[in-house]
């Protein structure tokens, strides 16, 4: 099922860059670079490779830090009142953001929602629908709903710094056009495959978009929230549920391991095959190609080895 974006804080963003404007235009003129905040792993990677060195890109949160499991710390929001503008997932990946930005210096900081214009599936499970997450909030994890994200930010960029808006949008188009040839790579190696019969689970519930860019559709998600280790009793159900439903790969998460994996695969006796979404470690600019195109190697290897 399909979601467009509500207007809520798509409207605040553009109210808040009307009434920010003038200020960033007087640092770009002044020849200042523009401070540009971010939230997640991928957003930095992808305006790192929009701005290039034109601007400087800020993390909110430090680098080892979980952003599922993350409360604002003092240091963290005092940081806010340094930047221009703050680009956000926006739809329940930072939710953490809101609070800081309302406790910051600047509460009406400038924002640009990235996924304004991506079409969004819903949340899986009945825990993440149960705790209020409508939609799935992993788009980074699809390289067309990302190219769509980084076509957002570097236009939006642009209006708060036109001077070097021309650069932003030529260099979105060229990392576009880098990760629209991973995938293009990635699903030529399936050419021959029957990819979209395989019967698929993950651990966690972030990977539909990735998977769909395969044809796979997800059959059955592990955890019933990410990082809550199911109950016994839910463990042996999910077992059941794989057995029963003949699933043949499980794609488990490679930065935050669950100690009920290994039950599940000698239980269940499919293979796992781990998948990152991207949400720790370092802050690189080619962090995001690189752990994606990792990704993308996994699930091309999955099919594989399970279409002889």
Partial sequence: MLFKLPLRRLLCVFVTLS??????????????????????????????????????????IPAGFNPHAYEPRAEDIKRIGELDVIVLNGIGH???????IAA???PDIALIEANANVPLLSATGMAARGAG????PHTFLSISASIAQINTIAREL???????????????RAYGKQLRTMRAEALTKLSQSQGAELRVA??????????REFGLEVTAVVEPAHGIEPSPSQLKKTID????????????EMDFPSSHVDTIQ?????????????????????????EMGKNLDTVVRAILDNNP
């Fill in 19 to 60: 009434t920010t404007l003038a200020c960033s235009f007087a640092q770009a003129t002044d020849g200042q670079k523009l401070q540009i905040g971010i939230t997640l792993h991928p957003y930095y990677s992808f305006v790192s490779n929009i701005v290039g060195d034109k601007a400087d890109v800020i993390p909110l």
């Fill in 94 to 100: 930072d939710d953490f953001a809101d609070r800081m």
């Fill in 104 to 106: 910051s210096e600047k």
């Fill in 133 to 136: 997450k409508v939609v799935n």
């Fill in 158 to 172: 642009g209006k708060l710094d036109p001077d070097n808006a021309k650069a932003y949008s030529q260099n979105a």
């Fill in 202 to 211: 993950t651990i966690h519930g972030a990977y539909d978009y990735l998977l």
């Fill in 241 to 252: 549920q794989l057995n029963d439903l003949d699933v043949q790969v499980i794609f488990s």
């Fill in 266 to 290: 000698r239980e269940s006796g499919v293979k796992l095959y781990p998948l990152t979404h991207i949400s720790y470690g370092e802050y690189l600019p080619e962090k995001y190609a690189e």
